[in-house]
């Protein structure tokens, strides 16, 4: 059942990033009712940098989650604590061997691919590297061709299903359909990788994932 609004978390995010987006489908999957406190991660130099945020999360980062007067931060964590305290639509299968392999799933794009390709990394490779948009580009299609061809032979297997781990949509799902998001903003190359585009295609056309998108925030600016 969702949560009373009276209780109901509040999540800080910005409509663009990738491990707010997770969280969003994390949230929407579990059927749990938020409140939505955008953070503009550009504008005035970015309200994550100003000290009303960074008494929320000191790192000045997104997302983070408020509940019951305590914040939790790191998208991962988030996804975590929604399973623990929400333990209804679970994100993560009942055996240990495919909760380890959709944790694998998830660590690999949060740990090995967004941490290279975030908008803290690609300003730092522009603004104190001098680095030219074309190095910036093809940096980020490099983390993504790396990671993304681990994680296509991993969707090879019989665990797979019409999702990345059977036949309803969990964890992997929350964090594989942001950073096909972010490769597709970034013109990647993503036919070498038809499990992943299938499994895509498959999740957006569920209202969770809808509900999620990046263009259906409400500070969404195109």
Not at 150 to 156: D, F, P, Q, S, Y
Request: charged share 20%; with cysteine.
């Amino acid at each position: 059942m969702p949560e009373n609004k009276t209780t109901a978390p509040i999540l800080y995010s910005y409509w663009r990033s990738s491990s707010s987006y997770r969280v969003r489908i994390a949230l929407g999957l579990k059927g749990v009712e938020y409140e939505l406190a955008p953070v503009h991660l550009v504008r005035n130099g970015g309200e994550q940098n100003q000290p009303a945020y960074r008494e929320i999360n000191p790192l000045g980062l997104v997302p983070a989650l408020k509940h019951h007067g305590r914040v939790v931060v790191q998208s991962l964590a988030i996804c975590e604590y929604l399973e623990e305290v929400f333990p209804s639509s679970p994100l993560l299968p009942a055996d240990k061997a495919g909760r380890a392999r959709v944790r694998s799933i998830a660590h690999s794009i949060a740990s090995e691919i967004q941490p290279m390709n975030n908008l803290g990394v690609m300003q730092y490779l522009k603004n104190e590297m001098g680095q030219t948009e074309e190095s910036v580009r093809e940096w980020y299609s490099y983390w993504v061709k790396r990671g993304f061809s681990a994680i296509e032979a991993w969707l090879e297997s019989q665990d797979t299903g019409r999702f990345c781990h059977a036949d309803a949509p969990g964890l992997a799902d929350c964090f594989l359909i942001p950073q096909v998001y972010n490769a597709e903003r970034f013109d990647c190359d993503l036919e070498p990788y038809p499990h992943i585009m299938k499994i895509t295609s498959l999740c957006r056309e569920l209202p969770e994932f809808i509900a999620a998108a990046p263009e259906n925030q409400p500070d969404t600016q195109l």
